[in-house]
């Protein structure tokens, strides 16, 4: 009986907080070609993506924030996780998509068996696999639980036509 009493106590005393749920979903149709030795890497459907991802989110009671081609830079996109890893706490959610181009780059620090960074492709820059990590570290370090789901192939299909020789598996995420 005094078992179920303390517990009954401890729960009254803690009070019902409704956990926090931030997303930050970039979608690119394009970069800057200044920052990509004139290759502009035109795609489709990405901006949808994260607009639907965006929606999805807030269908679940999150609260998104959307970077959109030319929105979607190195600054902005480290800024967004910032902001979330500084207002969440434990408990709270953080949900992060990418729909655009990823790259390889040469391995900065040598923890890649083959020797390659994974990469963003944001629009004024690559932002390589270890920076994204180490702004992801800092949300869990701070107390918000990030759930990995691994690289998950996106289809971006030609708006225009639906044609499937259109689709293309782009993301690096």
């Known amino acids: ?7 009954k106590s401890a729960a009254a005393k803690t009070p019902n907080k409704k ?7 970039m979608g690119l149709n394009g970069v ?8 502009d890497g035109p795609l489709a459907a990405c901006e949808f993506d994260a607009h639907d991802m965006a929606a999805l989110a807030k269908s679940r009671g999150m ?4 970077l959109i081609t030319k929105k979607a830079t190195r600054n902005a996109t480290l800024s967004g996780i910032r902001a979330a890893a500084k207002a969440l706490q434990s408990g709270d959610f953080f949900f992060l998509t990418y729909s655009g181009h990823g790259g390889q780059v040469p391995d900065v620090n040598g923890d890649e068996a083959d020797k390659k960074d994974e990469t963003w492709c944001l629009f ?6 270890d920076e994204l990590y180490a702004e992801l570290e800092q949300v869990q370090g701070r107390r918000a639980h990030p759930r990995p789901l691994g690289q998950l192939p996106q289809r971006h ?4 036509n639906g044609d499937p020789a259109a689709d293309q598996s782009d993301a690096a995420s």
């Open 1 to 7: 009986m005094a078992d179920k009493t303390s517990a």
């Open 19 to 25: 956990a926090k749920a931030l997303s930050l979903h």
């Open 32 to 39: 800057s070609g200044a920052a990509y030795g004139g290759w």
């Open 63 to 66: 609260k998104p924030t959307v």
């Open 124 to 129: 004024d820059g690559q932002l390589i696999d």
């Open 157 to 160: 299909r030609d708006a225009r």
